[in-house]
């Protein structure tokens, strides 16, 4: 497989990452843009802090009993975005989510914003058209627009579903969300009507509602778009729009594992990872060990 000259390396590669793509499974791939962010800014920064707090992991896990085989996943590095062109911005994030699409490998996208999930989608539309999202967020992000702006990290998953053509009306549903706790009374009473809202209040549950999500998406490719604010904010501070009441770590770790084990998954991206508002690194390393489990859960 030819490397694009876009896929490279500049803050170092996620721990147990294969020297190059040609037999990995599995594309890491960094995306630092955040242009739209309304609150406090400096998600892109956050894919090369959870990089560098992947070399506190081990690479096997307990949890699992597992550890990440050579060769499985390639860290392709981060894209070099034009941070001031959210349009340019997605269209680069497009491209790189098809090739490696193209190459029959799975992308894992490290956020930058919530916006360049748009991209992804529209990467994933080109090759899967009648794939379904799995949306894990403290917020709707359903906006048409924000401060007239249709391409903003509150129209994310509008953004997404036009991407994916997916009406409100959609029978089976082919947009679920996990965790919102946050957003205008228009997002939510459109939400209740034409998306099935999941909150669970332990692991045990989740495993449940995520069983039983597995049955209804059967057969189907699955994009899940994980915003980092969905995790309580005790958990993971490290974000530009924290809100209070949400999923912990455990669940949020859980998940990870869940996620290849139930889905026929297409594509991932954990997005908001804000490392200047992260105490400590709490949030930076919580995301890198999510990232180390969802690698190894991949590893069928």
């Not at 090759?127 to 403290?138: E, M, T």
């Not at 949030?283 to 180390?292: D, P, Y």
């Amino acid at each position: 497989m030819d490397i694009p000259h876009i896929w490279h390396g500049p803050f170092g590669q996620f721990i147990g990452s294969a020297s190059d793509a040609t037999d990995a499974d599995v594309v890491v791939l960094g995306a630092p843009f955040d242009s739209t962010t309304c609150f406090r800014p400096g998600t892109r920064l956050g894919p090369k802090e959870i990089r560098y707090y992947s070399y506190n992991l081990e690479e096997y896990s307990i949890e699992q009993d597992r550890e990440l085989e050579e060769g499985f996943f390639y860290d392709a590095g981060d894209l070099e975005l034009p941070f001031g062109s959210a349009a340019r911005s997605l269209d680069m994030i497009e491209e790189a989510i098809a090739s490696i699409l193209e190459a029959k490998k799975i992308p894992v996208v490290l956020g930058g914003e919530h916006l360049v999930s748009g991209g992804v989608a529209r990467g994933i539309a080109r090759y899967y058209p009648d794939a379904v999202i799995l949306h894990i967020d403290a917020h709707y992000d359903l906006r048409v627009d924000y401060m007239g702006e249709e391409l903003s990290h509150a129209t994310a998953l509008n953004v997404c579903r036009n991407a994916l053509q997916i009406g409100a009306e959609e029978e089976p549903v082919r947009h679920v969300q996990m965790g919102i706790r946050s957003g205008p009374k228009s997002e939510a009473m459109f939400a209740r009507q034409y998306i099935p809202q999941l909150f669970p209040e332990t692991v045990d549950k989740l495993r449940e509602e995520i069983q039983s999500l597995a049955k209804t998406w059967e057969g189907k490719k699955v994009y899940c778009t994980f915003d980092i604010d969905a995790i309580d904010p005790a958990y993971a501070p490290g974000t530009g729009t924290p809100e209070a009441g949400g999923l912990s770590s455990r669940q949020a770790l859980e998940l990870m594992r869940l996620l290849p084990e139930y889905f026929d998954l297409v594509a991932v991206d954990l997005v908001e990872t804000n490392p200047t508002l992260d105490n400590s690194g709490i949030t930076c390393s919580l995301v890198a060990k999510m990232l180390r489990e969802l690698l190894i859960a991949m590893q069928k």
